[in-house]
């Protein structure tokens, strides 16, 4: 085969990192099991025309078409008919619940993990195919605001049993749109879409820069530009944050309806999570969010210590995450952006495996006339839930143990009397009696077992995933 | 949103559905990492050259291009550049096995869940996109025969564990490519990839005009065609199989070398399943599986009584996974159909779960200012491990209970001295004590509980997967 290569932007690990990444799947999984969450998945392919209706990512969709169309001169399929890769979990979802809406009772709360394809020119960081898990909950006709605190408070849930892995804490970011839209127009700027945008750069370019943006482009003067920047500097993770808001609007007689019902909710999400998480759900004021979908609560999530990774974990409220003229779902939804962190965590030297198979007990086979002899003894080993695997051939024993070692796979069976002879078995090892013996080949022991009844330490039965002393991929 | 419609091909099933799917891939996992396989997954796409090599489904790739590179003239990249979505997992596995050799140690037992995408005209039954489950010993340099009796054994196993919910039982069909190979040489037939082209439409066209081809096609006279038919037409799970089989060469004259040693694999291979898989694995000689790759053990698998689906479970041994001109990597390995199952699971009413959602607690809310009460007692119940959602309003408890009821969660919680008035509350309940009182809404039961302490009947924390008394999609 010629020319084998990775491909810039298309992660892929080796079965230690996969170890990882699939046990951040799974405690994800299981933390949107444990709120109510039900799975779904959807094609990865969409009508282009649907993809298309987010204008900002468009020119990141791959489009497909069959390779024998390829062949024919011209576009055979109208546009209408084409079909792209999703770039996110959003858009399959607002498609998935118009489709399905009446087999479904709402409030309806799902998550989805799954691949996404952007076809972006990879750079700092950014994947052309990552996976993401994302959870939302959408209503029919309404959806009360409780949901914008419990969504934030789940993936606080998540995130924090990913530090015993040796995860990095994470800060969720918490803004309301209207909050920012009442002190905009309160301040009498109308351009609001406009004005989070060049607050959206501020991490980039700095608030000088966004100042003098926020007068050329959005048609603001100094006193207006001002006061969004100090707005933005606004942030906190209790109450008083949303004193200092109200006294900044005061100050600038900027206090509309839209402000304080924005302040109302995002005040109850930062009391809520106060109790809830606390720590972690910080309001921050300059979080703007570029999508002009979001309606009311906005979120990002950083790494402590890795914020400039951007955000690992983003999303918020929109009253119309879908529509089909009769009836409007409203939203409110946040996606973790797995492999990005989960490449952090490995690229980082953050995390790892204890071992690179499932493997528990490597069953040695001292003859191949003798291999049913180790296969019985797996058969006993894994009906009791102990992953195991028969040595490949019946070589020196030595170079069994050698085949475990290389993979972490802590533990060799030795069946029958094998274990008599064990290359370097310990010297007291007692005389392994009909059933075999098992050897701990990090500390050599090695003790007389019955596959029925003998059970590795708890810590020992899958490969764990732990704190890691350097960098693994 | 215009023209919400199902694209024929791909695929999607409802939450109760999807619940299903997600048991069967949880219990393939756990099968093959019992086994000591080491999951991967690879990404989406290979470079086209790659996908192409494999000439026969070469029509079938779905290529991608950017959305921008569309919009200029002509095919922007040239050929080698382009990215085409992968039709199955083994060329991308044999792939990651040479860029990864150096980092992998062998024989390397990797199991890989993932979808695949073909893009051919759906039909009966054929989907555009696909959840494939893969298992595959791979070996450097060689690989001993005992994995192509332990591959089959494995996916035995699974498919055993997925009787309980109400799979049909399956039959493992295996031949070997030695034996065919050897028989056909023997009596005189050179073309023997012709021929098992033509023995593989045998299930399609019957034995009197796959006779007449081999005629026509393969150069066989009649005799030789009676031949080659009488050996496809033997089957069996025991080593009375052999026998007959080498009754027919010598018959014919036709016991070559190779044949012997066909023979001898195939017996190895049912006698090890007859002990361990008894009644599941069956040698049937015309099984040929049209891909000229396979060099020993062929398989394929039906669904008893469901035969007209198809294999749900195919692949063999193939001396050449991957080259890299230096090293050769020979490889065993068995693909399992995931969707094609799933579908005729659910569409045939075989398998439903027992909800829709994983929620097994339903904690009511008795006014929106008790709200976070609601939230502390689910936190408790979560903490311990049971899934469980706070109710979306504080509405009538009638109501609460017809959401849970909706969604078949079977528990609903009132805090505090909320069960007092529960709308249709059992006549004799205790008044609740401070904790509150749990209902199980099938029985009307209600009793006082503390979230500290109370546990749901083990069968009622998770959805089961059961056998479905009608279908659900």
Redesign the interface.
Known sequence: ???????SG??????QG??V??HVLDVLRHTF?????????????E????LL?KGET???????????E?DEPG?PERE?KQ???HFDLTVPF???V???AG???F?F??YQIQ?V?R?ERPQDGRFR?FTQADIDVV?SGDL?Y??EV?IPLVMAEAFGALREIGMPPVRILVNNRKVAEGFYRGIGLEDVEGVLRQIDKLDKIGPEKVGALLVDECGADEEQAKACLALAAISGSDASVITEVRALAESHGAVTELLTAGLAELEALVV?AG??APGVVVADLKIARGLDYYTGSVYETVLVGHEQLGSVCSGGRYDTL???GKNTYPGVGLSVGVSRLVSRLLSGGLVTATR????AVLVAVSAEET??DS?AVA?VL?AR??????A??AAKFGKQIK?AD??GIPFVWFPGEAGHGADGGAPGAEPAGPAGSVKDIRSGDQVDADPATWEPPAEDL?PRVVPAASPVR
């Open positions: 085969m010629a020319r084998i290569a990775p491909l298309f992660p892929e690990w080796l079965p996969r170890i990444e699939q099991e444990l709120h109510g969450f039900a799975g779904i998945e959807t094609r990865a392919v009508p282009l025309e649907q209706r468009s020119k990141e969709v791959y489009v497909l078409s069959r390779l024998q390829l576009r209408d079909l792209g890769l607002a498609r998935y118009l489709e399905n087999k479904l009772s409030p709360k799902r691949k394809w076809g195919e209503g009360p409780h949901y419990e809520a109790e809830r879908a529509s089909d690179a198979v499932p493997t291999r049913r296969d058969a894994r839930g102990i992953p195991c695997e028969v490949p051939a085949y290389r993979r899958r």
